[in-house]
């Protein structure tokens, strides 16, 4: 299993300058994402099927 501190966590670009952000990190054949003002909290993970479908909404601006 792969914890928090193995992670390579990335915000987005559109990220404001406080950081109140979610961060995403992949991991084989799934991606994991957090929120950035509670790095040590909870994480979502999702299937690499799930995340690929979620970006291409984000990218047809379905969201």
């Given at each position: ?10 915000k ?18 799934r ?11 909870a ?21």
């Open positions: 299993m792969f914890g928090s501190s193995k992670l390579v966590w990335r987005s670009s559109y990220s404001n300058a406080g950081g109140n952000c979610v961060e995403a990190a992949a991991l084989p054949g991606h994991a994402v957090r929120d950035s003002t509670h790095p040590h909290g994480q979502l993970r999702f299937a690499l099927s799930e995340w690929n479908a979620f970006l291409g909404a984000v990218k047809a601006d379905k969201l």
